[in-house]
């Protein structure tokens, strides 16, 4: 028996049968083949009369890949604003069939409290790399709108997905990760109010980011000061007695009479326990001001 190594980390082991007069060459591959992979013969093999062996071998001509794709890593990532956010699958390989990591019934994604989030709320997409990568982004309008909730425990499942070799993954189920670059700010209004209306008691101020609309239009959350000297050391404070929201504006109506302020008079809204899509909530209080011109 003669062992010699081929090629990196390759062993070839030669032996000769005398009954059948055949030789059989084994291939010991340092790793399995994760795509087929062709066998040739080199020219220089020859016979012990010096002949090339090429032309008339009993030989194999591929290898099998019969390697199953497998999940690497799954990780979340929550961004500031809606429709963005993403859960990133990272196979283990590169020949990955993507009509297959396409398929929306290959993937289960449930919330930390173990539902369902349905397919109809992220876009699927297969990047062919070195690894593959699935993004599921969570691009639903409407009932269909999703926001990853920062540090929740989502779970992902994936099934069904096959190589291009035709070998299919085992049911794999992953908690995510979080990316590090994932929204954990709370959200802050605009330096000035957006607009003050007088004669319909109405403020509206502009949120830095998209909200939660249930938290941003609970007229709780907002404070209304009017300071006539613009000190606020003679602060009159207004009742909130309605707030609505869309598009990142929160509209507030108050009760009494809404002055306008000219100088030197200042009028501020505070808003605390506003969370944003990523449910940051804003704890320490936010403000708006318009200063009298
Ligand atoms: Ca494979
Ligand atoms: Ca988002
Ligand atoms: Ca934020």
Redesign the pocket.
């Known amino acids: 028996m003669l062992t010699r190594t081929v090629d990196r980390g390759t062993k070839a082991t030669y032996t000769w049968n005398a009954e059948t007069k055949k030789a059989t060459v084994i291939l010991d591959l340092a790793s399995a083949p994760v795509i087929n992979v062709t066998v040739a013969l080199d020219a220089k093999i020859v016979n012990l009369a010096g002949v090339s062996v090429v032309a008339n071998p009993d030989k194999a001509t591929t290898l099998a890949d019969n390697v199953a794709p497998s999940v690497d890593t799954v990780v979340a990532k929550a961004v500031?604003d809606k429709e963005n956010d993403v859960i990133t699958i990272t196979f283990k390989d590169s020949d990955i069939l993507k009509v297959s990591a396409e398929l929306a019934s290959n993937y289960v994604v449930k919330d930390a409290q173990g539902n369902v989030i349905p397919s109809a709320n992220y876009e699927i997409k297969f990047t062919d790399g070195t690894p593959d990568v699935v993004t599921l982004t969570f691009k639903g309008t409407g009932y269909k709108a999703y926001n990853l909730q920062d540090g929740q425990n989502y779970s992902v499942t994936v099934k069904d997905v096959v190589d291009t070799s035709g070998n299919t993954i085992a049911e794999t189920t992953k908690t995510v990760t979080w990316d590090a670059a994932t929204?954990k700010?709370?959200?802050t209004l605009g330096a000035t109010i957006t607009s003050v209306t007088a004669a319909t008691n109405t403020i509206t101020v502009t949120w830095a980011?998209d909200v939660d609309a249930t938290t941003a239009a609970t007229a709780a959350n907002y404070k209304v000061e009017y300071s006539a000297l613009g000190t606020y050391a003679d602060t009159v404070t207004y009742n909130v007695i309605f707030a609505s929201y869309s598009d990142k504006v929160a509209t507030l109506v108050v009760s009494g009479t809404l002055v306008d302020p000219t100088t030197p008079a200042k009028l501020k809204v505070t808003a605390t326990n506003v969370k944003?899509l990523?449910g940051?909530t804003q704890t320490t209080g936010t403000s708006s001001e318009k200063v009298g011109a």
């Open positions: 500031a929204d700010t709370a959200p980011e944003d990523a940051n």
